[in-house]
């Protein structure tokens, strides 16, 4: 039998090179790798004996890759919503993270959170949350693509006590999961504010060690740009800078509040952005200047942020959204056109994560992380540009398949080797636990 799997859509979307979309083209797929791309009719007569997957209404594009999530927050959707973000946190998502958080907390959430990324297009995401080995552990189970969080804080929570005790648990658990394929890592420093000097120093020192990215929220909103400087004479990026933070390890999540000259250092030095517009809307932190990023050669990826201030982990209404704030805010309606937000939320994400050798466009020798999306319905017809109704008209209820390595992971909009009834029931009873506190 053979191993051969022949992918055959309407439209097949690269992504590399860029602003190509292809008719009349097939992929082949072996031992979960893309071994080629090219005329469907050359394909089939190359591998006559490969299974055939028929998408006749379909565009194939690279699995969407979340750049920025709390996956197991997902417990905690609606808990406590219109609050700006230091209200959230402080009176409702620690304490709720005090009472509750545990390994089975985030496992369970992870596994919910994954099974709706998956049917979203999501085939793999960057996490940040405690207990990471317990989000490792839900994504090897999934057979989800994921890149893992070493999370540092100088202040103690059920998981750590302290920065040293956080980074060599999150030491521990990278040592333990770098085995599995699935699976990269990033130190996961939360913020300036919650992180001192000298444990950015050791996470520096780290970070070259290990040759892992280092993800962190950076200026996401103007009270905590101003209340650095107010506690040190110095804006975030600034410190980071002298630091010696500043290189293309850096995924500066946010990156909202940033003067030109912040924009410049983080072009000069390589670094990369995760831009989260629906968690930056519904907080009320603002606008990133996603147009004079990009303008100055930042790497400009797309997250979700969190569950519970999404309060959805979508990366097609991310990518409709950074579209067209892009625009508004940059006064320029050729900001950001949908080849470039699709880019943002696949090729752009896994350079972020240091794995674009690997995943974010559809070329032979990457993993076969496939979406496709059905274009067929009426509410898409009739349609002239494929990519266009990707991030302007289509929704994440048009993905129908995904694979994650040639593996099937959603077959017609049915979710492969995940029992969504029981998932359902593990929410259910997080619910129950935490309702008391909303």
Same mark, same amino acid.
């Given at each position: 039998m053979s191993d051969e799997l022949l992918i055959a859509p309407r439209w097949l979307v690269p992504v590399e090179p860029a602003g190509v979309t292809l008719e009349g083209h097939a992929v082949l797929v072996r031992g979960g790798t893309i071994a080629r791309v090219g005329p469907r009719a050359e394909l089939e007569t190359e591998s006559p004996h490969a299974a055939r997957i028929e998408l006749p209404d379909h565009v194939l594009i690279p699995g969407l890759v979340n750049a920025h999530t709390h996956a197991a927050m997902t417990l905690m959707r609606g808990l406590a919503d219109d609050l700006p973000l230091m209200r959230w946190l402080e009176d409702h998502i620690w304490p709720a993270e005090g009472r509750h958080l545990s390994h089975d907390f985030?496992?369970?959430?992870?596994?919910?959170?994954?099974?709706?990324?998956?049917?979203?297009?999501?085939?793999?995401?960057?996490?940040?949350?405690?207990?990471?080995?317990?989000?490792?552990?839900?994504?090897?189970?999934?057979?989800?693509?994921?890149?893992?969080?070493?999370?540092a804080l100088e202040f103690p929570t059920p998981y750590a006590n302290d920065a040293q005790d956080y980074l060599a648990k999150g030491i521990a658990m990278r040592d333990e999961w770098s085995p599995h394929p699935l699976l990269s890592f990033c130190l996961a420093p939360h913020a300036p504010y919650t992180v001192s000097d000298a444990t950015f120093d050791k996470i520096g020192v780290l970070a070259e060690q290990l040759d892992v990215p280092i993800h962190m929220h950076v200026h996401e909103t103007l009270d905590e740009v101003t209340g650095a400087v107010a506690r040190n004479g110095r804006r975030p990026l600034e410190r980071l800078a002298t630091l010696g933070l500043l290189s293309p390890r850096l995924v500066a999540v946010h990156a909202v509040h940033l003067d030109p000259g912040e924009i410049e250092a983080l072009a000069r030095h390589g670094c990369h952005v995760a831009h989260c517009p629906t968690s930056n809307l519904k907080l009320a932190s603002g606008f990133a200047p996603v147009a004079k990023l990009l303008d100055a050669g930042v790497n400009v990826a797309l997250g979700t942020d969190g *569950?519970?201030?999404?309060?959805? =982990?979508? /990366?097609?209404?991310?990518?409709?959204?950074?579209?067209? %704030?892009?625009? @508004?805010? #940059?006064?320029?309606?050729?900001?950001?056109?949908?080849?470039?937000?699709?880019?943002?939320?696949?090729?752009?994400?896994?350079?972020?994560?240091?794995?674009?050798?690997?995943?974010?466009?559809?070329?032979?020798?990457?993993?076969?992380?496939?979406? *496709?999306?059905?274009?067929?319905? =009426?509410? /898409?017809?009739?349609?002239?540009?494929?990519?266009?109704? %990707?991030?302007? @008209?289509? #929704?994440?209820?048009?993905?129908?398949?995904?694979?994650?390595?040639?593996?099937?992971?959603?077959?017609?909009?049915?979710?492969?080797?995940?029992?969504?009834?029981?998932?359902?029931?593990?929410?259910?009873?997080?619910?129950?636990?935490l309702r008391p506190l909303h």
């Open positions: 985030v496992h369970d959430g992870t596994l919910v959170a994954i099974a709706e990324m998956l049917r979203g297009g999501v085939t793999c995401f960057n996490e940040m949350y405690m207990y990471p080995e317990a989000a490792a552990r839900a994504a090897v189970e999934t057979g989800m693509r994921a890149a893992i969080g070493m999370i *569950a519970a201030s999404n309060n959805r =982990l979508d /990366l097609f209404e991310e990518m409709r959204l950074a579209a067209l %704030l892009a625009k @508004a805010v #940059g006064q320029r309606a050729d900001v950001v056109p949908a080849h470039q937000a699709l880019a943002m939320a696949t090729l752009h994400g896994a350079r972020a994560l240091g794995i674009d050798a690997r995943i974010g466009s559809i070329a032979p020798g990457k993993a076969a992380d496939l979406v *496709a999306v059905n274009l067929g319905s =009426l509410e /898409l017809s009739p349609c002239y540009d494929p990519v266009s109704h %990707l991030v302007y @008209a289509a #929704g994440r209820h048009d993905v129908s398949h995904v694979w994650i390595d040639g593996r099937p992971k959603l077959v017609d909009r049915r979710l492969v080797g995940i029992d969504t009834e029981a998932l359902r029931a593990r929410a259910a009873r997080w619910s129950a636990q």
